[in-house]
């Protein structure tokens, strides 16, 4: 899959399938993008290839008090991926709407629908949360491994 953002600056290339996608109702994504949910496809960041241009990283605060980094084109300010304090560079958060078809990339999972907007309406049979989830009781074997293998690389802890 390829995607990028708006003026086409910033390009990238996803090799494989994401580990998961979340669609985050939360209240800070609800602001973040100006819609009622984030669609974020979850890869490791060496499964994101630049493929054209480079994004400028923005600092932002976030719920957890320690804020993410948000890449953005430095011409249209798409925002086409993030990084969050959890697994830092060595996980992209990639904005599925920025992708070519974005279509390839449907919610495995709705998160902190707690504050969902009361006229979203999930699909039936949807998994969600009311917040988070335990990983293990989400994501595929194949998934957790490829986290696995990640945090190990990256240094972090399982």
């Known amino acids: 899959m390829q995607g990028g953002c708006t003026c086409r600056h910033v390009r990238y290339r996803l090799t494989g399938k994401p580990m ?3 669609a985050c109702h939360c209240r800070w994504c609800q602001r973040e993008t100006g819609t009622v949910h984030a669609l974020n496809a979850v890869y490791e960041a060496d499964r994101v290839v630049h493929t054209a241009g480079d994004p400028e990283i923005v600092v932002t ?3 957890s008090g320690k804020g993410q ?3 953005r084109c430095p011409i249209c300010k798409v925002a086409v991926w993030s990084n969050y304090a959890g697994s830092g560079a060595a ?3 990639v904005r599925v709407g920025t992708l070519d078809n974005p279509e390839l990339c449907p919610p495995d999972v709705h998160i902190y629908t707690a504050s969902k907007q009361p006229w ?5 049979g949807a998994k969600a949360f009311a917040q988070f989830y335990e990983l293990s009781e989400v994501w595929s074997p194949e998934s957790l491994e490829r986290r696995r293998n990640m945090r190990a690389k990256a240094g972090l802890a399982p």
């Open 20 to 22: 998961i996608v979340h």
């Open 61 to 63: 605060p976030s719920s």
């Open 69 to 71: 980094r948000i890449a």
């Open 91 to 93: 996980t992209r958060f």
């Open 120 to 124: 979203v309406l999930l699909p039936s």
